[in-house]
């Protein structure tokens, strides 16, 4: 475990490289179980969040490993379904597992972290999806039980969008007998690039674009490979980073076409940009005296996970900001955070309502990941020290982001610590 170091003051200025997309790999790790041979996920992240995925597929006879950047994983010998609660509280997102486990093997159990809460859960919609395929599925006070013979294509309508509960859906049904058409699906750009690394396999797909999804089940899929494409959430806290401390920052390989909202309101914050040979180039020395106005919404609306690091940048612009979260409704531990480095920040009806100013450095405390990010770019801004403790939560989704940012000229250092961090985050 660690802590981040950071000295604020230093203007940001240089150029980086955008790694893999996190949200992206994971789905596409799962997918993998659904052949008989070995995947290539090439340009991979080397994140937690992968190396714990890497750590369930081996617990259920996956071979993996590494060369260089790209990552190899044999999934010819899978022998187990069941996924224990070590790895569930690590891995958030591992009931999406069922998807890729229930056609392999017939069965699988995977553990939730925590409780469940009353009314509808995220969970739901997941289980709901599994169900109309033909899954029998139990949960108990540790986790969710499924089973079937050959899941059975279906028509199925969404009540809610989510990426995490569409995945489920479009894994379990490749392998399914028949035909499944998926109603009221998430578009988020995870979404494609999980379809066209599933069509890669052999899967028949259609219309992921249109939030109507159709599959045609086929009997097997083969193995493949594909680049991970580049993280948008990554590429926008680096663009944040940079209007935080006001500088220039070159994004290479950054997903442009996937930030259209981020970029849109970069431009109306005073931001300047150009996409020139596949680098996005950014300048944001205009920026510092045009409050934020926006709301968090499903793709193509501005994304949830750079809520957090708009935040920070929004406690150094003159006025009053309002962000409203509309996706995940408590997420704004990381702003009220920001009121120990002397950001005036308060919520009220659901909306962050942020009077810029002058930040100072802090000792602070992350408690999810895209929270700890925006506290490193609250650093980046601040006059003076500031120190971030659990890192662990930023590793999960930010390769070496220390690195990056020295890259870039700001002065943050990685400190090893002995302390055991509590698992408290809920997104992703």
Known sequence: MGRYRIEGGHRLEGRVRVQGSKNAVLPMMAASLLQKGTVILRHCPRIDDVRCMEEILRYTGARTWWQKGDLFL??????????????????????????????????????????????????????????????????????????????????????????????????????????????????????????????????????????????????????????????????????????????????????????????????????????????????????????????????????????SPLAAVCATIEGISRIRETIFEDRYQAALELRKMGADISVRDGELQICGGRLRGAALRAGDLRGGAALILAGLAASGVTQIENSCYVERGYEQIEKDLRQLGGAVRYEKTSRMPVYADTEE
């Open 74 to 307: 044999d999934c010819r010998d899978i022998v187990t379904g069941k996924i224990p609660g070590a790895y569930a509280d690590k891995m958030r997102s591992s009931v999406f597992l069922l998807g890729g486990l229930l056609p392999r093997l017939g069965s699988a159990f995977v553990s939730y972290p925590g409780g469940c809460t009353i009314g509808q859960r995220p969970v739901d919609l997941h289980l709901s999806v599994l169900r109309a395929l033909g899954a029998k599925l139990t949960e108990t006070g540790e986790g969710i039980s499924a089973s079937a013979g050959r899941l059975r294509g279906c028509s199925h309508h969404f009540p809610k969008i989510s990426v995490g509960a569409t995945e489920n859906g479009v894994l379990a049904a490749v392998l399914a007998e028949g035909k499944t058409c998926l109603y009221n699906c998430a578009r988020e750009p995870e979404i494609l690039h999980l379809c066209r690394f599933l069509r890669r396999m052999g899967a028949v797909i259609q219309g992921e674009e249109s939030g109507t999804i159709r599959i045609r089940g086929v009997s097997g899929l083969h193995s493949a490979e594909m680049e991970v494409p580049a993280d948008r959430i990554a590429a926008g806290t680096y663009l944040l980073a940079g209007a935080a401390t006001r500088g220039e920052v070159a994004l290479e390989g950054a997903p442009v076409a996937e930030i259209r909202s981020l970029l849109e309101l970069y431009g109306k914050m005073g931001g300047q940009y150009e996409v020139k040979g596949g680098t996005l180039f950014t300048d944001s020395r205009g920026i510092g005296n045009r409050p934020v106005q926006v709301a968090t919404g499903c793709y193509p609306g501005f994304p949830t996970d750079l809520q």
